[in-house]
């Protein structure tokens, strides 16, 4: 209940567009610029004082602040399935029952299903040129590895120039891992069950206790020498296979180069609004910045006075910018709609291993609209953080969470850092607030249709078969294409 506010002003977004598309002659580009992990704390339109945000200061300023402005979800898959959509992701299948609610590798099988009806679609079919630069995160192919059925191109883009998943500490050398708990559970602890039972079979034997034949202790090794090797493999891998660019169906650079990555793509954002100058187009922008791994060019790294992250928002801030200074220069500014988001709030875990933050302030606020209520609370650790710093992310499943009855209810607009729940003691209206949520959770529930589950485990595990790789032969998937690319240009 409490994101519909945001699904409605997307839907008003889309109903307006629908007459004004009915006017070719006035009909407005649009500019939608999305960030990533970007905490509402991180802007100087919203208070800070330290970080430098002018360019995305002065839309605020020169447009409208839409303080009552909710994601659908927490997570980016989900959260970006409903920005594309307008609609819950449990309605397309993309809200996962599971522990990992997000896409990882590129050769998974789900994805945005193709039924589904995005803002790019609608535009595309009323005349307008439609590109998405940066993050998709919404799958790529179904059955095999050039069908597409997931990718940004099937869904109403003329142009795609970006990366098909995520951006992650494991794509960037040095950075560290987002599978450290895994490997931790699934390679380290067996090992360490494997070496305890070895060690405990040669000591029996070696007393005379128990005869262990051979066999067993060769069977031991090499079920250890496998394991490693698989992890050797895994951490040798991932990166060229999973953290890649591609332009349209082409992959054109892997693994991905961080080097000028932003200049790159906002150079890339600004040619297509230049193409496009005479015809209506559709732009989303959609950032990499400030999702970790942490990155940034060296005229912002080291700059600002938040550290990595710090260098990341500004840079961000400055690509903004160079997006304003090209409607204005081509005189579209007047007649371009633009609009600066981010998919969710900031990652307040994103603490590197030497104690850096690399993850942004959601200021006050756990959430907004003006009644909230808990049915459940994710077990927080540690405890009275507000994060869950021991498994990196927030899990709303089974024993990782604490059930509410009756559930904590908290009015923002007296209590917007959620401190003090009410009672029936202390706000008259109790039950009958609690009672209205009730009946709108209901008549939601009462709607939905059972769908293909895109989260599923089935779909996001990796497939050897859906993998893509610049080499034809598949034995060395490394390539640079963005640099002969820009050689030939020069």
Known sequence: MLQARRMRIRLVLLSFLSVAQSHAATRPNLVLLLADDLGIGDLGCYG?????????????????????????????????????????????????????????????????????????KLLKGQGYSTALIGKWHLGTNCHNKSDFCHHPLSHGFDYFHGIPVTNLRDCKPGEGSVFTRGIRLLVFIPLQIIAVTLLTMVVLKYLGLVRVPPLVFFGLLCLAAMILGLLVCFLHYFRPLNCFLMRNHEITQQPLSYDNLMQRLVADAAQFVRRNAEKPFLLVLSYLHVHTALFSSKDFAGKSKHGAYGDAVEEMDWSVGQILKVLDELKLAN?????????????????????????????????????????????????????????????????????????????????????????????????????????????????LKAVPNQLSLGNIVWKPWLQMCCSPSGLSCQCDREKQARRASH
């Open 48 to 120: 800070n004082k330290t970080l430098r945000t002018p360019n995305i200061d002065r839309l605020a300023e020169g447009g409208v602040k839409l303080t009552q402005h909710l994601a659908a979800s927490p997570l980016c898959t989900p959260s970006r399935a409903a920005f594309m959509t307008g609609r819950y992701p449990i309605r397309s299948g993309m809200a996962s029952e599971f522990l990992v609610g997000v896409y990882l590798f590129s050769a998974s099988s789900g994805g945005l299903p193709t039924s589904e009806i995005t803002f790019a």
């Open 335 to 447: 007649n371009t709609l633009i609009y600066f988001s981010s998919d969710q709030g900031a990652h307040v875990e994103e603490v590197t291993p030497k104690g850096e933050v690399h993850g942004g302030s959601n200021g006050i606020y756990k959430g907004t609209s003006i009644w909230k209520a808990f049915f459940f609370t994710p077990k927080f650790s540690p405890e009275g953080a507000n994060g869950c710093f021991s498994t990196h992310v927030c899990f709303c499943h089974g024993h990782s969470v604490s059930y509410h009855q009756p559930p904590l209810l908290f009015d923002i607009s007296r209590d917007p850092t959620e401190r003090n729940p009410v009672t029936p003691a202390t706000e008259p209206r109790f039950q009958e607030v609690l009672d209205t949520m009730q009946q709108a959770v209901d008549r939601h529930t009462k709607t």
